[in-house]
Nanobody, 125 residues
């Protein structure tokens, strides 16, 4: 399984970005997919996750309302729409996928088996 994240860049505070994460063929049986981020000098943290049928979404409490996760299974792609961006949202954003069915989209990085390479988001003040 290979994941390719894209869509990062430099944006001013208050702006928006949409990140994409395309999964390679062979992800038919994968289930939840998620986004995590790692700010400079800090540990990786959970952003959002979604189950395969999008019947469950899970967000970091501090980001709910500004970030929206979605997926297009026909394209094996998930998205992260980020609005009202703040300088503290600056980080490398990673997508990840978990093999197997889950009822709840997990928020722990340890639950995910495959990770993309990351895409950098910089929000200027």
């Amino acid at each position: 399984v290979q994941l390719q994240a894209s869509g990062g860049g430099l944006v001013q505070a208050g702006g928006s970005l949409r990140l994409s994460c395309a999964a390679s063929a062979g992800t038919l049986y994968n289930d939840a997919m998620g986004w995590f981020r790692q700010p400079p000098g800090k540990e990786r943290e959970f952003v959002a996750a979604i189950t395969r049928r999008a019947d469950d979404t899970n967000y970091a409490a501090s980001l709910k309302g500004r970030f929206t996760i979605s997926r297009d299974n026909a394209k094996n792609t998930i998205y992260l729409q980020m609005n009202s961006l703040k300088p503290e949202d600056s980080a490398v954003y990673y997508c990840a996928t978990k093999v197997g069915w889950v009822r709840r989209a997990p928020s722990s990085p340890a639950a995910y088996e495959y990770w993309g390479q990351g895409t950098e988001v910089t929000v200027s003040s």
